[in-house]
């Protein structure tokens, strides 16, 4: 291997690990952002938390093959040229992208990191093999999940969050009311974490069976601990409304380290798959659709997600958390627990999925609930209009920058 060969793969380990920086700042929102708007944790507690999370999900469970083309979105055949050319390639795809999304997060805006790196993708083909690489029916795929994602996530927490309202907040009783109805809530969200864990995490091989099988009995369990534990518990405060948020806040934080985990386990693909591809490129000469991740990769990519939750991830946690709308506990487990949900349906049922689109359709939902007037409709239209830019933006980066590569040669 040449000197300029090593040096380039140096630059692509650091490009790789700053994209890690950036989609770690921009994607920790999705599970933090309604705790820390509830006041439920502090930013300080939620982004050392999630950070935590992320980074054993990544490299306990992180998957150890990737995926060269993300999401089939080019057409596999149209890698079939000169190695070099798509290392280069990827290369743009991931500064693109990765520009992208940081912009994004100083914005203050929460974007589909996954459909950063398809706009990459997308560039990279169009510059390298042409209109024909560009898998028309899986764009639109990604395109409807602007609209499924957060419309799903919306109307679940909008329903689930209506139920609490009306079965809890406005009962005559609400403690007690909360009392009766919490273990059920225990049981159904302990499924969700624990089906999202063994279907969803990439080196977790369960059958469905077997998985709900034992998320069954996980949350069963669950349900049976949390009646006893509130069978004598008794408010100390004369307002019990303030219990009953303080539980719900418990139960809003065990969702959002659920989300963190597997974010960590699903989403470090996003941050060095292509990096892997580079490497192994660079090693066998060759292009293959799937290629295996080193173990130390997988840390690196935990690593660069954990730092970027740290330092930058207050901002975008700051807009899902209090610019869309006012958040409580309640409202707050309502719209975590209906974007676990709705991202663990729709990935099952095959449907396209954002987990950033899906989290944000969840708060304006339990903010929708409330009345229109309650929703900062300026920030919203603010959100909307960055994922609609999201791939074209992405895509034309990497066009600049992989013409700049050349230009260099």
Known sequence: MSKMESTFLVIVLFIGFYKAVNIGA???ANSMGTSVGSKTLTV?????LAAVLNFLGATLVGSNVTDTIRKGIIDPSAFTFEPTV?????FA??????????TSTY???PVSTTHAVVGGLIGFGLITAGYSCINIDKLIAVVLSWLISPLFGGILAFLLFTCVKRWILDSPTPFESTKKILPYLVFLIF??????????SPNLKFSLIYAVGISISI???SGVICYHLLKGYKPGEIDHYVPVERLFGYLQVLSACSVAFAHGANDVANAIGLVAAVFHVAQTGSVVMEVPVPTWLLAMGGIGLAIGICTFGYRVIETVGERITEITPTRGFSAEFSAATTVLICSKLGLPISTSHTIVGSVIGVGFARGINALNLGIIKNIVLSWIVTIPIAALL????????????
């Open 26 to 28: 921009n994607d920790v």
């Open 219 to 221: 949350a069963f369990g």
């Open 86 to 90: 798509f290392m280069y390639g990827a």
């Open 93 to 102: 795809a991931m500064l693109g992208s990765a520009i992208f999304v940081s």
């Open 191 to 200: 499924m969700i974490i624990s089906l999202s864990i063994f279907l969803k």
């Open 44 to 48: 300080a507690k939620a982004v050392i």
């Open 107 to 109: 914005l203050k805006l």
């Open 398 to 409: 990497t066009i600049f920058i992989y013409q700049g590569i050349q230009f260099t040669l």
